[in-house]
């Protein structure tokens, strides 16, 4: 044995895994998939309370009762002997745990990296309120999270932590409504004074098999990790859609949608023929900008960097969708997009800017709200600011140039590099020159 592999062996006091004594199964199968080289020292059973035989009290409200009450008390049993026995750290998994490959070597890396006042680490879980903040980087194998949500493997270190964290989950009158073992530890960690830390990339996940919690059948499951929220690869070239005029500029995305370049993934028949394509079929994105940016006056919610991440996890999500694996181009279109084209530069990968330019750009109603005033103040300033980028990221189109649907559609495909098939292309070209024709109010 290594001197490192040896370091991390004697690391914590005990290493447990939490087991039911119903579920033999379970744990044959947690010690069948146990990686070896193991790095910790070898883990104990801790025989967990079965919440059909011990019944959760009146107050417990988390959901399936009986499952969450068990994992609940059987964590809780976990630490309560730790402090009981004079520990000063634990290493606790869940039976159905499941491990990368090559974890021992990837365990060593990450622990080498965990700064000094480290107290609370997770190998896996699931990153929870990515929206309100994202895991802080701290150096290339370690993130402080926000919140982890899980509590299939986790570390503590020190009895001042053990302390804390059995302190926090013994306050009953905190509990929120549905709130099991997981919500709680996840609560305190943005709070939490000292140090807790996460791998870039999750050294554990859920293994496949059935729930005692739920008592349901679930698969191999491991969460995006600290490096994919922060990072997420987009692999595919976007076109975000934009223009001075709403209606007009619905239309056009509606017709790119027809193109076979999707704005989105929600393919309802019934939407397929109407000018709000383009709202409808995206409701992933609609709900990224709704974190984003403020709904009434569209102003920032966060920051520029947040804003980034979370707009490359929704492109990110997309390129990865079984139904986009064969594509090359994918679109995107929302009424905000305008005031956003710097974030949609900085998070998508070499995308293009299709401006759809109305002779009637948008008007204020007469008597306008402060907040309508508002925004279409941001929305003027940011026409005026695109037209100024460089030209090299921008296809124009014109409204007269879409009186001729097909010569436009043809251009923006080719300006696009998208080859189109010609039913298609007849399709698209109909709808746009159909709703032209209904003289929408350009």
């Known amino acids: 044995m290594s001197d490192e592999m040896q370091e991390l062996a004697d690391f914590f006091d005990r290493v447990v895994v939490i087991s039911l004594a119903r579920s033999r199964d379970r744990l044959e199968a947690f010690y069948s998939q146990l990686p070896s080289p193991w790095p910790f020292a070898p883990p104990s059973v801790m025989r967990a309370i079965d919440g059909k035989m011990v019944k959760p009290p009146p107050g417990y409200q988390a959901k399936p009762p009986a499952g969450s009450w068990g994992c609940f008390r059987s964590h809780y049993r976990v630490l309560e002997d730790a402090l009981n026995d004079g520990l000063d750290s634990i290493l606790i998994f869940e039976d159905d745990v499941a491990f990368v490959p090559e974890f021992a070597e990837r365990a060593q890396t990450f622990f080498a990296a965990l700064p000094a006042d480290w107290e609370i680490i997770y190998l896996g879980g699931k990153h929870l309120h990515k929206e309100v903040q994202l895991p802080i980087h701290v150096n290339p194998e370690v993130y402080r999270p926000f919140n982890v949500h899980s509590a299939f493997a986790y570390g503590l270190r020190g009895r001042s932590t053990i302390e804390q964290v059995y302190e926090h989950i013994n306050s009953p009158e905190q509990w929120g409504r549905g709130h099991c073992i997981d919500h709680r530890l ?54 975000a859609i934009a223009g001075n005029n709403d209606q007009l500029t619905m239309a056009v ?14 393919r309802r028949a019934e939407r397929i023929g109407s000018p709000l394509i383009a709202q409808s079929v995206a409701p992933g994105l609609n709900r990224t900008i709704g974190h984003l940016y403020d709904s009434v006056w569209w102003e920032p919610s966060t920051h520029f960097d947040h804003r980034v991440a979370l707009l490359r996890q929704w492109a ?7 139904k986009n694996r064969h594509r090359t181009l994918l679109a995107a279109y929302h009424e905000c997009l305008p005031i956003m084209w710097r974030e949609v530069l900085a998070a998508w990968n070499a995308p293009m800017l299709l401006l759809v330019e109305s002779t009637k750009p948008r008007s204020l109603p007469s008597s306008p709200t402060a907040a309508t005033q508002v925004r279409h103040r941001k929305l003027s300033e940011a026409w005026r600011d695109i037209n100024e980028i460089d030209p090299s990221k921008l296809i124009r189109c014109t409204e007269r140039e879409l009186h001729a649907p097909d010569r436009c559609l043809e251009k923006i495909a080719a300006d696009l590099g998208a080859t189109v098939p010609a039913e298609q292309l007849a399709a698209a070209s109909n709808f746009l020159r159909q709703h032209l024709k209904d003289g929408l109010s350009y």
């Open 253 to 266: 995305a509606s017709a790119i949608h027809l193109l076979g370049i999707p704005v989105g993934e929600n």
């Open 186 to 239: 996840g609560e305190m960690h943005h709070t939490y004074p000292g140090g807790v830390y996460v791998p870039a990339k999750w050294l554990a996940g859920h293994r496949a098999g059935r729930s005692t919690i739920r008592s349901s059948e679930n698969p191999d499951e491991f969460f995006p990790d600290a490096d994919w929220l922060c990072n997420a690869p987009v692999g595919k070239q976007f076109v």
């Open 316 to 322: 990110s999500r997309r390129c990865t969708a079984i």
